[in-house]
Each structure stands twice: as structure tokens, then as C-alpha cells.
């Protein structure tokens, strides 16, 4: 219950922190955030899978993209050498905050099969998963088991097609960002190319 | 029959909460001229859809809602991939980070 409320306010502060950052970094530490109160939320809501899911491909897919297009974007701005060493200044809050995070996460994995237990026979009669149970027991709801069998029988052609639109993404960023992309004609026009990037870059940060 | 007693609160509160996401990343879109923060708040909105598909997947155990919540974090990641592709071909070929100066295809 208190949980709930608790992952809301930092869902929600993680959010309006995302879309009012200064620099762009900043935006993808509160989206980290996010998507870890995001993560327990669903073990709250018995999506184990879908919670691993989420970290794995949001927190450690999707956000190191953009940290790298941030990097790409911003290298040769600011030497990642040439700056002041913060992390005296940071290592207190980082620490503090990943021990919240974790805690919240074995909170949230401690808590899976708490549901009510009257709701186990409706389910059970039903002939749908029973919501108690072992953790990663196949005929419980939501477990990785359960979302296996769904995924590969009923919703077999959903999961093809998801790997179609993978295909067709990995084509896409290969065309469009790959080394042959017809957009910098030769090295000189590169180089121009870059320092005007730089330049645009600089101007961004001021804002 | 949806069980809102399997929910550790009442699935009202899970709608106001993915709406109110929703709402920040749609801000975020509008509102900012950065490309990346406004992938960045496009991926709020997604998550705030799952949310939501979770929720209702819990309230009628059903978990049809869990394939819909993979299938949108799969097209999440391909939308992703490719927006970011597309700021960086951008950014290669005009040196602009403000989208409102990038307006080759306005009408």
C-alpha cells in the first residue's frame, strides 16, 4: 500500500526530473531511476519477467544508447580526462542511492507472491494460473514459466513478429548510421563537419 | 471478472498514476527542443502504457497484458535505436542540435 505511494512520488519526480535536466546526461540518470522504481513496480504487480526485462533492456539496452549518442555527440568538447575528478563529491549520494534502488528491488522481489489468498481459488477454478506458489513455478501467475508458455504457444506469432521489427530496426540503424552513409562526401568535409557539431553541441549545453 | 484485491491498491490509482507519466512525457516532447530528451520522455510515455497493460493484467489475471507490455518494450527498443540513428545522421549532416532549425519537411 505505502509502497505504491512511495514508487509514485519517485516515479513521478524521476519523470519531471527526465524532462527538465539542463544536459541531456542528466535526463538519462532520472530515466535510470524511472526505470528501476518502474522495475519494482512490476514485481509488485507479479511481472517478475517483465521486471528483469525492464532492467536489462531499458536500463542497460535502450539508456546506454543514448549515453553513447550522448558521448559521440559530445566528444572532443570536453576531454573526459580534462575535467574536474568529481567523484569525491558524488560517491556519497551514487552510494546511497544504489542501496536504496537495491533495497527497493529486494523489497519488490521479496514481495511477489504475496497476493491474496482468496483470489487463489477463483483463479484455480477458472482454470487460469493459481497466484501462490513458488517463485518461478510455471502455473503461477506472471512468472517466467507462465509468460514462457504464453509467449511460445498461444502468442507464438507475436513473438515472431517481434523479431521481425528487431530485423528491420537493425537494417534501418545500419542504413542510416553506417559507415557508408552518403552524408560526409570526404575526410576534409568531415573534419568541417565535426567542428560545426562541436560548436552546435557547445551552444546546446548553454541553452 | 477483474480482482482489485490482487492489486496492492485499487487499479484507479494505477490509471492516475500512468496518465500523470503520460502527461510528463508529452510535456517533454512539446516542450523541449533537445532530440534526445524527447526520445527520452517518448520512452516515458511507453512505460506509462505498460504500466498500465501490467495493471490490468494483474487485476484479471490474465496475462495476455504481459505479451502486450513485451511487444511494446520490443518496439520501444527498435524505436529507440532507430530515432537515435536518425539524431545522429542529423547532427553528421547539419551540425543542429535545435529540431526547430531541422524543419526540411515542414510543408
Known amino acids: ?207 | 471478472m477483474p480482482h482489485e484485491s490482487l492489486l496492492p491498491v485499487a487499479i484507479l490509482n494505477y490509471i492516475s498514476l500512468s496518465f500523470v507519466i503520460f502527461l510528463i512525457g508529452v510535456a517533454g516532447v512539446v516542450l523541449r527542443r533537445n532530440p534526445l530528451v524527447m526520445l527520452m520522455s517518448i520512452e516515458l510515455m511507453w512505460n506509462a502504457a505498460n504500466l498500465l497493460f501490467l495493471a490490468f493484467a494483474r487485476s484479471w489475471m490474465n496475462n495476455a497484458g504481459h505479451i502486450f507490455a513485451f511487444l511494446v518494450i520490443t518496439v520501444a527498443a527498435a524505436e529507440a535505436a532507430i530515432g537515435l540513428a536518425i539524431v545522429v545522421v542529423v547532427f553528421r549532416a547539419r551540425a543542429n542540435v535545435d529540431v526547430d532549425e531541422v524543419a526540411l519537411m515542414k510543408g
Open chain 1, 1 to 207: 500500500m505505502i509502497e505504491f505511494y512511495i514508487l509514485a512520488f519517485v516515479l513521478i519526480a524521476s519523470a519531471i526530473f527526465v524532462i527538465t535536466a539542463k544536459k541531456a546526461v542528466y535526463s538519462v540518470v532520472g530515466l535510470l531511476v524511472h526505470f528501476a522504481a518502474l522495475a519494482v513496480m512490476y514485481f509488485s504487480l507479479a511481472a517478475e519477467f517483465l521486471a528483469v526485462i525492464q532492467i536489462i533492456v531499458y536500463s542497460g539496452a535502450i539508456l546506454m544508447l543514448f549515453v553513447f549518442v550522448i558521448a559521440l555527440l559530445s566528444s572532443g568538447v570536453a576531454p573526459f580526462s580534462a575535467g574536474p575528478n568529481r567523484l569525491p563529491k558524488i560517491a556519497g549520494p551514487a552510494l546511497f542511492a544504489v542501496i536504496v534502488i537495491l533495497g527497493f528491488l529486494i523489497y519488490g522481489v521479496a514481495h511477489v507472491p504475496a497476493a491474496a489468498p482468496h483470489g487463489a481459488a477463483q483463479a484455480a477454478q477458472s482454470g487460469t494460473a493459481s497466484i501462490a506458489g513458488p517463485v518461478g513455478a510455471a502455473n503461477v501467475f506472471g512468472s517466467v514459466g507462465d509468460f514462457g508458455k504464453a509467449l511460445f504457444t498461444t502468442n507464438l506469432l507475436p513473438f515472431e513478429i517481434t523479431a521481425f521489427i528487431l530485423m528491420v530496426a537493425v537494417i534501418g540503424v545500419i542504413l542510416l548510421a553506417g559507415e557508408s552513409a552518403p552524408y560526409v562526401q570526404s575526410r576534409r568535409r568531415a573534419r568541417i563537419v565535426e567542428r560545426e557539431m562541436r560548436e552546435a553541441i557547445l551552444r546546446a549545453g548553454e541553452e
